[in-house]
């Protein structure tokens, strides 16, 4: 599964963690402790009731996709983080800094690749759920516990990606020398351009990694079960 031990671990929150120090997580909470905190007694029972079909009897047939689908679906996940690298690489993924805009144009620029990541990973997994419905009785409980933890999860996972932006907008003003609210600060010349928007890119990097985990996670799922049953 695509779930960490440890979510501090995120390559996301280890990017934000050393710009904007935060507490430590509460010690001895494992996944499911702290998974519990988001969901209800009735997320819960469906969760539980999707996870033991994976290890349902009948879930131990051989797969029965070609391995060519597993390329399929491969080169998919490529191409779409290719693409979406690129767009955050690329001149102008951060806007060039105007006189008197402040953070503006960044936060914007920000939520536009968070749709494009929302729409082009969405699709993905979409297409990843559909191979994995077809090539095993196991490989298609997966998909449907995906499925489930991305109507259980999705919405409290786009609330955290959405403060993002706000994140980002602390460490813009710390490099612009003020505090938060203090609009007359300056940075010395040249200073914030290139080191924010090397940081603006670098948490879009690492948003994406964590955007893409659960995809990724399905695909090593589905290469794994057709090697076993070669």
């Given at each position: 599964m695509y779930?960490?031990?440890?979510f501090s671990t995120?390559?996301?929150v280890?990017?934000l963690?050393?710009w904007?120090?935060?507490?430590a997580?509460?010690p001895?909470q494992?996944v499911?402790?702290?998974?519990?905190q988001?969901?209800?007694?009735?997320?819960?029972?469906?969760?539980?009731?999707?996870?033991?079909?994976?290890?349902?009897?009948?879930a131990a047939?051989p797969?029965?996709v070609?391995?060519?689908?597993t390329c399929?679906?491969?080169d998919?996940?490529l191409?779409?983080?290719d693409d979406l690298?690129?767009?955050?690489?690329?001149?102008?993924?951060?806007p060039?800094?105007?006189?008197?805009t402040g953070?503006?144009?960044?936060h914007r620029?920000?939520?536009?690749?968070?749709?494009?990541m929302?729409?082009?990973?969405?699709s993905?997994?979409?297409?990843?759920?559909?191979?994995?419905?077809?090539?095993s009785?196991?490989?298609?409980?997966?998909?449907?516990?995906?499925?489930?933890?991305?109507?259980?999860?999705?919405?409290?996972?786009?609330?955290?990606?959405?403060?993002?932006?706000?994140?980002l907008?602390?460490?813009?003003?710390?490099?612009?020398?003020?505090?938060p609210?203090?609009?007359g600060?300056?940075a010395p010349?040249?200073?914030l351009?290139?080191?924010?928007?090397?940081?603006?890119?670098?948490a879009?990097l690492a948003?994406?990694?964590l955007?893409l985990?659960p995809?990724?996670?399905?695909?090593e799922?589905?290469?794994n079960d057709?090697k076993?049953?070669?």
């Amino acid at each position: 599964m695509y779930l960490r031990g440890n979510f501090s671990t995120s390559g996301l929150v280890r990017v934000l963690g050393r710009w904007m120090p935060g507490e430590a997580p509460a010690p001895g909470q494992d996944v499911a402790q702290r998974l519990g905190q988001w969901l209800s007694v009735a997320d819960v029972i469906t969760l539980r009731a999707a996870h033991q079909s994976i290890d349902s009897p009948d879930a131990a047939r051989p797969a029965r996709v070609r391995p060519a689908g597993t390329c399929d679906v491969e080169d998919a996940l490529l191409r779409v983080r290719d693409d979406l690298e690129k767009a955050i690489t690329a001149r102008e993924a951060a806007p060039a800094p105007e006189p008197d805009t402040g953070y503006a144009p960044y936060h914007r620029r920000y939520l536009e690749h968070q749709r494009r990541m929302a729409m082009s990973i969405g699709s993905l997994r979409d297409r990843v759920r559909q191979a994995l419905a077809t090539a095993s009785p196991r490989l298609a409980r997966l998909a449907e516990l995906d499925a489930v933890l991305e109507r259980m999860l999705g919405r409290r996972e786009q609330q955290l990606l959405s403060t993002v932006p706000a994140f980002l907008k602390q460490r813009f003003e710390q490099l612009r020398g003020q505090h938060p609210g203090d609009a007359g600060a300056v940075a010395p010349p040249g200073a914030l351009p290139d080191t924010f928007a090397r940081e603006f890119q670098e948490a879009l990097l690492a948003e994406l990694d964590l955007r893409l985990q659960p995809v990724t996670g399905m695909i090593e799922a589905l290469g794994n079960d057709v090697k076993q049953h070669r």
